[in-house]
Structures are given as C-alpha cells and as structure tokens.
C-alpha cells in the first residue's frame, strides 16, 4: 500500500481526526480524496483548500443506501479510512435505556461493517489497497463510564482480525488504530493531555504502508497497553481521574 498516489476515502471526514487524516493523506501525495461527512456541506472548507482533489462526499455509515452508492460512485478507492464515531458519553446501566448504547454499536461497529463489505470488492479491483480502522484504547480494555463505546471499539477490533484474514487473499493490508487521548470535538471533557489529530493520521498512514496490523498510535494507548497488564485496577482509577468520573469499584 502507498500513499502517494493512491485514493482515499475518509469516513467522518470534515473534522477530527478524519479531517486530519483527509489533510495528511492529500499532503502526502494522494491524488484524491473523499471526505465523507453527513453533511457535505460540512466538508466545504476542505475542498476550498484542495481543489480537484477532495471531494465532498454524503455518507452516514449507518445509511447502508448511502454506503452502496457511495462504493459505486467512488470505484478509484484505494484505502478506506474508517474514522467515523460516537461516543455519548453515558454508563452501560446509567442510561435511560439501551437505545445509546445500539446506536454508538450502529455508528462503530455496524458502519464499519458495512463500508468493509461495500468496499472489499472495490479494493480488490484497484489491486488490494488497505483499509485503517480507527479504534481506541477502550478496546483494550473494559472502561466504566464509556458505555456502549467500548463494547462497539472492542468488537470493532474483532472484526479488523475476521476482516484482515478475510481480505488477504486479495492483497488488501487492514490495519487496527488504537488510540488514546486526541483533541477533539469527542474529547473535548477529557482532562491533561492530548495528541494533535495530525500526527494521529501521520502514524496510521504509516501503519497501512508498513503492513502494521495493530499499531497504538501515541502514548497514551501505549500506557494503556502496558498498565493493563502491569496493574489493570490502577488503570481503572487513572482512567475515571482523566474521565473526571467517580471510580467504580469493580472488586480485586
Ligand atoms: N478524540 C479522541 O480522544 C479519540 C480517542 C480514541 C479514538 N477516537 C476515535 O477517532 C475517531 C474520530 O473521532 P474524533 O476524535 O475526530 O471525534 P469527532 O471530532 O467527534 O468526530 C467524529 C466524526 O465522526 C462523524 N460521524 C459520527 N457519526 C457518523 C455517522 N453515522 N456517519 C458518518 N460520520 C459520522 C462525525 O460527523 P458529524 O460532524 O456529522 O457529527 C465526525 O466527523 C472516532 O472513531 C473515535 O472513536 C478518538
């Protein structure tokens, strides 16, 4: 897989860290990308910057109408990025009912899915490509407080290996992100510090070229990997302090 050149398709494109990995990946020789976003309208400014070479492009990865045309309509694609998330910041048993939790599975899990199928026959046409799934460090590990998110993240990791396996007969690279701590709309609660979502794309851009299959993007998932097996109760309390939630005493 190699950037330069190569055609992109980010999901949740128009801001975040998709936005970012829209930037990167055009910065870096791609010859086009798609900036998937709900609202295209909310891509503008990207497609002001580089024009001829991002397209804005409609795409709610839950609209499986959506994400079929959106596979006929771009057949140049030759990475997907699936950056697009929800996180709703309620706890599993807290919320009113488990209609968060199903949609934070639909957006996460569900999307995800979806645009592997509608594009695995694309990037097999286009020679293999890749496919960069952005997780979280919550996939690692049980996070009270996170909800529905987690579990979406901890399945969605599943299916980068299922996928991986899938795939590789066609030559296409799949690689895992496990991310920490980015500054964000989505972390926009969370306390100390952050990393610039550049250099998150930066690092996953490098991880498809390389054939990386699961690479932790910054410190913080590198931290996280290491104290849940050093000490995963002291991780339980570092996390809810970041959160700035009350710990949850899950027993020894
Ligand atoms: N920020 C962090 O600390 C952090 C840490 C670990 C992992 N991540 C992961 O990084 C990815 C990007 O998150 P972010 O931090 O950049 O958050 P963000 O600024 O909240 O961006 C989320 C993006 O996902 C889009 N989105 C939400 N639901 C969608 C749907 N149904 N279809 C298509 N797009 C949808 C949003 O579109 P709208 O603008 O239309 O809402 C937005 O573009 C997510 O997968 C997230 O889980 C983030």
């Known amino acids: 897989m190699e950037i330069k050149g190569c055609v992109g398709l980010v999901t949740g494109g ?17 010859q086009k990308v798609y900036a998937g976003s709900r609202d295209p309208a909310a891509a503008a400014h990207l497609v002001e910057q580089y024009p001829g070479r991002c397209i804005a492009l409609e795409l709610d990865v839950t609209d499986y109408d959506e994400v079929a045309r959106a596979a006929t309509e771009c057949g140049d694609v030759s ?11 309620q706890t599993l048993l807290g919320a ?3 209609s968060i939790a199903r949609q934070e599975m639909e957006v996460n899990f569900f999307g995800t899915l979806a645009m592997c199928r509608a594009f695995a026959p694309v990037l097999a046409r286009n020679g293999g ?44 690279q799949v690689t895992a992100l496990i991310v920490g701590s980015v500054d964000t709309r989505m972390a926009a609660h ?4 952050k990393e610039k ?7 996953g851009l490098r991880a498809v070229t390389r054939g990386i299959d699961e690479l932790d993007t ?16 002291g991780l339980e309390r570092r996390m809810a302090r970041m959160l700035n939630v009350p710990v949850i005493r899950t027993g020894r």
Request: hydrophobic share 45%; glycine share 14%; net charge neutral.
């Open 96 to 98: 009113p009912d488990m």
């Open 197 to 203: 979502p550049d250099d998150i794309a930066r690092a």
């Open 190 to 193: 969370v306390e100390g510090g």
């Open 14 to 30: 128009n801001r975040g860290i998709g936005e970012a990995f829209v930037r990167v990946l055009l910065e870096s020789g791609a």
């Open 129 to 172: 490509g890749g496919i960069i799934n952005v997780l979280s460090a919550a996939a690692l590990c049980p996070i009270p407080n996170m909800g529905g998110y987690g579990p979406s993240k901890a399945a969605t990791r599943s299916l980068s290996g299922c996928v991986r396996a899938e795939l590789a007969g066609q030559g296409t």
């Open 218 to 233: 910054d410190r913080m998932a590198v931290e996280v990997r290491a104290a849940l097996a050093l000490d995963p109760k």
């Open 79 to 89: 990475l997907v990025v699936n950056n697009a998330g929800l996180f709703s910041n």
